[in-house]
C-alpha cells in the first residue's frame, strides 16, 4: 500500500507545475491580446481625429498684413540701384507685393497688400532679395521664386579651421576659387549649385543634397585636400547620384 501511494504523490507533485505553466501562457496570450487590441483601438483614434489645418487667410491675421525688412550692406547699394526693375518686377507683378528701399533705415521693405493672394509669398520674395544682396545673379536667384525645394546656405572660412590666419587664409581663398575661378566653375557644375565667394564668407544656392555635397568639398578644400583630389571625389558622387535617377 505504501509502495502504491508513493508514485501517485509523485505524479501529483510533477503534474501541478505543468497546469500552471499553461495557465502562465494562457494569461500572458490573453494580455498580448488585450495590449494587440487597444494600441489598434488608439490607432484607428488617431487616425481618425488627426487634425487638419488649412492654410492662413490674410484676412485672419491681426492686421491683415505680413512685412519683411532685409539690410543692405553698403557695397550693394550701387548693384541693388542698377537692378532695381529686375528685382522689383517679378515681386510686384508676379507675387502681388508691394516692395520699396527704405533709404533712412537702408532697408528692402516687402509686405503683402489687397492683391496678395498666398502669405507665403513674402518669404519667397524676401528669400529672392536676400539672395541677390548676398551676391548672387538675379537670374540665379529667380529660381527661388520658380522652385520650392531651394536654400541658400552660408558659413565662414574660420568655421570650418579657425587657426587659418594671414597667407593661410588667403591661400585657402585661392584654392575655393582655383585658377581663373575653374576649381568654383566645377563644383558649381558637377552639384547643380551656385557659389559665392565673398570675401571668407561663401553663399551657396541649391537644393539641400546639392549643398550638402557642394559644402563637403569646399570643406576639404579649406582644410588643405588638392584641387585634383577633391574633383576625384567629386566624380565618383556625380555618378552615384546619377545612378540613383
Same mark, same amino acid.
Given at each position: 500500500m505504501e509502495n502504491s501511494n508513493q508514485p501517485e504523490s509523485g505524479n501529483e507533485f510533477v503534474t501541478k507545475p505543468?497546469?500552471?505553466? *499553461?495557465?502562465? &501562457?494562457? +494569461?500572458?496570450?490573453?494580455? *498580448?491580446n488585450k495590449n494587440e487590441t487597444t494600441s489598434m483601438e488608439l490607432t484607428v483614434?488617431?487616425?481618425?481625429?488627426?487634425? #487638419?489645418f488649412p492654410?492662413? &487667410?490674410?484676412?485672419?491675421?491681426?492686421?491683415?498684413?505680413?512685412i519683411r525688412k532685409i539690410a543692405v550692406p553698403a557695397h550693394r547699394?550701387?548693384?541693388?540701384?542698377? +537692378?532695381w526693375m529686375k528685382l522689383f518686377t517679378p515681386i510686384v507683378e508676379h507675387l502681388n507685393l508691394q516692395i520699396r528701399f527704405n533709404l533712412k533705415n537702408r532697408q528692402v521693405? @516687402?509686405?503683402t497688400c489687397k492683391d496678395t493672394q498666398e502669405i507665403a509669398n513674402v518669404q519667397k520674395?524676401?528669400?529672392? $532679395? %536676400?539672395a541677390f544682396i548676398c551676391?548672387?545673379?538675379?537670374?540665379? #536667384?529667380?529660381? *527661388? @521664386?520658380? *522652385?520650392?525645394?531651394?536654400? $541658400?546656405d552660408s558659413?565662414?572660412? %574660420?568655421? $570650418?579651421?579657425?587657426?587659418?590666419?594671414?597667407?593661410h587664409l588667403n591661400r585657402a581663398i585661392g584654392r575655393l576659387a582655383g585658377k581663373g575661378g575653374r576649381t568654383k566653375f566645377t563644383i558649381e557644375n558637377v552639384t547643380k549649385t551656385r557659389i559665392v565667394l565673398a570675401d571668407q564668407k561663401i553663399h551657396i544656392l541649391g537644393s539641400y543634397q546639392n549643398i550638402q555635397i557642394a559644402k563637403r568639398a569646399i570643406c576639404n578644400l579649406i582644410l588643405g585636400s588638392p584641387p585634383s583630389k577633391v574633383y576625384g571625389n567629386l566624380r565618383a558622387v556625380a555618378g552615384r547620384s546619377s545612378d540613383r535617377f
Amino acid at each position: 500500500m505504501e509502495n502504491s501511494n508513493q508514485p501517485e504523490s509523485g505524479n501529483e507533485f510533477v503534474t501541478k507545475p505543468k497546469r500552471k505553466a *499553461l495557465k502562465r &501562457k494562457v +494569461n500572458q496570450a490573453e494580455k *498580448l491580446n488585450k495590449n494587440e487590441t487597444t494600441s489598434m483601438e488608439l490607432t484607428v483614434e488617431t487616425a481618425v481625429s488627426r487634425p #487638419a489645418f488649412p492654410p492662413v &487667410k490674410r484676412e485672419k491675421l491681426d492686421s491683415g498684413i505680413e512685412i519683411r525688412k532685409i539690410a543692405v550692406p553698403a557695397h550693394r547699394y550701387s548693384p541693388l540701384k542698377e +537692378n532695381w526693375m529686375k528685382l522689383f518686377t517679378p515681386i510686384v507683378e508676379h507675387l502681388n507685393l508691394q516692395i520699396r528701399f527704405n533709404l533712412k533705415n537702408r532697408q528692402v521693405e @516687402i509686405r503683402t497688400c489687397k492683391d496678395t493672394q498666398e502669405i507665403a509669398n513674402v518669404q519667397k520674395a524676401a528669400d529672392f $532679395v %536676400k539672395a541677390f544682396i548676398c551676391g548672387f545673379e538675379v537670374e540665379d #536667384a529667380l529660381a *527661388l @521664386i520658380r *522652385l520650392d525645394d531651394l536654400f $541658400v546656405d552660408s558659413f565662414e572660412i %574660420k568655421d $570650418v579651421k579657425s587657426s587659418l590666419k594671414g597667407d593661410h587664409l588667403n591661400r585657402a581663398i585661392g584654392r575655393l576659387a582655383g585658377k581663373g575661378g575653374r576649381t568654383k566653375f566645377t563644383i558649381e557644375n558637377v552639384t547643380k549649385t551656385r557659389i559665392v565667394l565673398a570675401d571668407q564668407k561663401i553663399h551657396i544656392l541649391g537644393s539641400y543634397q546639392n549643398i550638402q555635397i557642394a559644402k563637403r568639398a569646399i570643406c576639404n578644400l579649406i582644410l588643405g585636400s588638392p584641387p585634383s583630389k577633391v574633383y576625384g571625389n567629386l566624380r565618383a558622387v556625380a555618378g552615384r547620384s546619377s545612378d540613383r535617377f
